[in-house]
């Protein structure tokens, strides 16, 4: 029987349930049953976090919604309380001396998350944490309130999309320029938002001994066999190697034109016939996809019947959707469930085949012995994400048409190399606000520039004043939201063009090996993940150069 969206459901918690959870495991433990209690801790982990999720979801699928809104915010305030009875659990389990039987029991990788876990939450930060879930609710909430005018449409920020990418390069600039006119109107606010996170959370980490709140994202991250030092080789690698191959493909593109010089708007056209789209709108790419998995692999196939049929996609794009794409999970039910904004762009395609591979693995390590495991660290993670946006490459023909299909792969690849300086930039971005938590709002928009043109030095931006002067980092979400996690982006695309340099090769077995780590989950720490599909670490030296080698091959750009 299918299982269906609309039957999930979990009881919301209160203080008094939590607290009456916790002390029936801590009854157990005091027995000496170990193993009850390590089970009925699973059971209740699994139940919160299905309700967070839930909670969380429903709220991003219309952040208008007064009773989602309440939900968020209830959710939001009872998360520190959670968070101080699943630390105290940690410590008391840790404390055993029997570690030997508690590794034998939760797993030994288990038992490493969790010492970091207990170094990262303490009831002394319980009022910042739960601050700061309203700071970023409030960013999310107001980047999903714009109207903007394009073309005479009134769109949001995920509708402007398409005309961004508009062969007409006065349209493409109508688009950008009404985007950053928002993001300027309410650039003060944007500003005092960041300004209160970043403050918050360097107060949350002297509170727990760090003197800056780098070492306590890393730790929140859960990041046990990297650190930033590997971080800031692994950027220069990026600004050696990919910067000036990417200022190569921009200036072939201006030179094509027959442009002055090539815009911030002219980026996003890499295809100088126009980025090829979905053939088809909404429905015709769902159905499609169907078509897809089923020539990929039975398991892709039945999988991703199970999604569409049961509910467990949101793809279309309306007022008052919070921006974006992401999957979320019920592990309670071992079920995900896929978020995004289409807009009738190759993004479109993008969004789908990424968040469908975190789907994926999701489901894949379902049956993995505890909550721990059912996800890896956000960089493993997305070794899944874009490794099916990969994989998928030889039928993209059903989603673009035949005729399209070359062009979408070239373009894909292109996008990819074009990411990489992005991305590093976004990170070192935060490695130095985080630095330097006392600068002003002007001082973190000239760090900003500053990187800009270290990672990007082909970004000009005409008469767009708004980010001309800095601001562009404001519409990352993730610099808000998810402090330090976009270089997992990166991490994971040197890993994924690794699948699919093996794909070109022997399909199937690149495939196998794909679906094997995705089961694996997060049994292990990011490089022995990547170990074990037989791929190559990022921070290994002559990796990421060795990973964009073939695509600069394919592309000709050698």
């Known amino acids: 029987m299918t299982l269906r969206f609309a039957e999930i459901t979990a009881p919301r918690p209160d203080k008094a349930s939590l607290?009456?959870?916790?002390?029936?495991?801590?009854?157990?433990?005091?027995?000496?049953?170990?193993?009850?209690?390590?089970?009925?801790?699973?059971?209740?982990?699994?139940?919160?976090?299905?309700?967070?999720?839930?909670?969380?979801?429903?709220?991003?699928?219309?952040?208008?919604?007064?009773?989602?809104?309440?939900?968020?915010?209830?959710?939001?305030?009872?998360?520190?309380?959670?968070?101080?009875?699943?630390?105290?659990?940690?410590?008391?389990?840790?404390?055993?001396?029997?570690?030997?039987?508690?590794?034998?029991?939760?797993?030994?990788?288990?038992?490493?998350?969790?010492?970091?876990?207990?170094?990262?939450?303490?009831?002394?930060?319980?009022?910042?944490?739960?601050?700061?879930?309203?700071?970023?609710?409030?960013?999310?909430?107001?980047?999903?309130?714009?109207?903007?005018?394009?073309?005479?449409?009134?769109?949001?920020?995920?509708?402007?999309?398409?005309?961004?990418?508009?062969?007409?390069?006065?349209?493409?600039?109508?688009?950008?320029?009404?985007?950053?006119?928002?993001?300027?109107?309410?650039?003060?606010?944007?500003?005092?938002?960041?300004?209160?996170?970043?403050k918050l959370r360097t107060a949350m980490a002297r509170k727990l001994g760090d003197a800056t709140f780098t070492p306590l994202?890393?730790?929140?991250?859960?990041?046990?066999?990297?650190?930033?030092?590997?971080?800031?080789?692994?950027?220069?690698?990026?600004?050696?190697?990919?910067?000036?191959?990417?200022?190569?493909?921009?200036?072939?593109?201006?030179?094509?034109?027959?442009?002055?010089?090539?815009?911030?708007?002219?980026?996003?056209?890499?295809?100088?016939?126009?980025?090829?789209?979905?053939?088809?709108?909404?429905?015709?790419?769902?159905?499609?996809?169907?078509?897809?998995?089923?020539?990929?692999?039975?398991?892709?196939?039945?999988?991703?019947?199970?999604?569409?049929?049961?509910?467990?996609?949101?793809?279309?794009n309306r007022p008052g959707k919070a921006g974006g794409g992401f999957c979320t999970a019920f592990p309670s039910f071992g079920a995900p469930f896929i978020f995004a904004n289409f807009n009738g762009t190759h993004n479109d395609i993008g969004v789908f085949t990424h968040e469908m591979g975190h789907a994926f693995q999701c489901w894949e390590s379902r049956t993995?012995?505890?909550?721990?495991?059912?996800?890896?660290?956000?960089?493993?993670?997305?070794?899944?994400?874009?490794?099916?946006?990969?994989l998928t490459h030889p039928h993209m023909g059903l989603l673009v048409g035949d005729d399209a299909a070359d062009r979408y792969r070239a373009m894909h690849l292109v996008s990819a190399l074009m990411f990489l300086p992005y991305g590093v930039c976004v990170d070192h971005f935060q490695h130095e606000v985080y630095a330097n938590s006392d600068a002003t709002p002007a001082e973190r928009h000239a760090m900003w520039q500053r990187l800009e043109r270290l990672y990007m030095p082909w970004s000009e931006y005409g008469d767009l004043a708004y980010p001309a002067k800095g601001g562009r980092w404001q519409a990352k979400q993730h610099i808000f939201n998810s402090p330090f996690y976009y270089i997992d982006y990166t991490l994971a695309l040197c890993v994924a063009l690794q699948f699919w340099v093996w794909s070109r090769r022997d399909p199937k077995a690149a495939l196998d090996a794909y679906v094997a780590l995705c089961g694996r989950g997060g049994s292990m720490a990011f490089q022995g993940l990547v170990a074990s599909a037989g791929l190559t670490s990022p921070f290994q030296p002559g990796a990421l150069e060795a990973a964009v080698a073939e695509a600069a091959a394919v592309l000709d750009l050698t």
Not at 115 to 122: G, H, K, Q, S
Not at 132 to 142: G, I, N, P, V
Not at 284 to 311: C, H, I, K, N, T
Not at 381 to 389: D, K, N, P, R, V
């Open 368 to 390: 993995q012995p505890g909550v721990d495991y059912l996800w890896p660290t956000m960089e493993a993670a997305e070794i899944h994400s874009m490794g099916l946006e990969y």
């Open 217 to 316: 994202a890393y730790r929140r991250m859960r990041r046990l066999d990297y650190g930033p030092a590997d971080v800031a080789r692994y950027r220069e690698a990026v600004a050696t190697h990919v910067t000036p191959l990417v200022a190569h493909v921009l200036e072939a593109r201006r030179a094509m034109h027959g442009w002055d010089r090539l815009r911030y708007w002219d980026e996003a056209l890499i295809d100088p016939a126009g980025n090829p789209k979905p053939a088809g709108d909404h429905d015709m790419l769902v159905m499609a996809a169907q078509e897809m998995f089923a020539r990929m692999d039975p398991r892709l196939s039945d999988f991703y019947a199970m999604m569409r049929q049961g509910g467990f996609i949101d793809l279309k």
């Open 19 to 198: 607290a009456a959870q916790h002390a029936a495991i801590d009854a157990l433990l005091d027995v000496g049953d170990r193993a009850g209690a390590l089970a009925l801790w699973d059971k209740a982990r699994r139940g919160y976090d299905t309700w967070s999720s839930l909670v969380h979801l429903t709220f991003a699928q219309d952040t208008t919604d007064k009773d989602a809104v309440a939900a968020r915010e209830y959710a939001d305030a009872l998360a520190p309380e959670a968070a101080t009875h699943e630390t105290a659990l940690k410590r008391r389990l840790l404390a055993d001396p029997d570690r030997a039987e508690l590794e034998a029991l939760a797993g030994a990788h288990a038992v490493a998350l969790w010492e970091t876990d207990v170094t990262a939450f303490d009831p002394a930060i319980a009022g910042e944490t739960e601050e700061e879930s309203r700071l970023c609710a409030r960013y999310t909430a107001l980047l999903a309130s714009a109207k903007v005018m394009v073309r005479g449409q009134e769109v949001n920020l995920s509708g402007l999309t398409p005309f961004a990418e508009d062969p007409d390069r006065a349209i493409r600039h109508e688009a950008e320029a009404a985007r950053w006119d928002f993001f300027e109107k309410n650039g003060e606010e944007l500003d005092s938002i960041y300004d209160q996170l970043v």
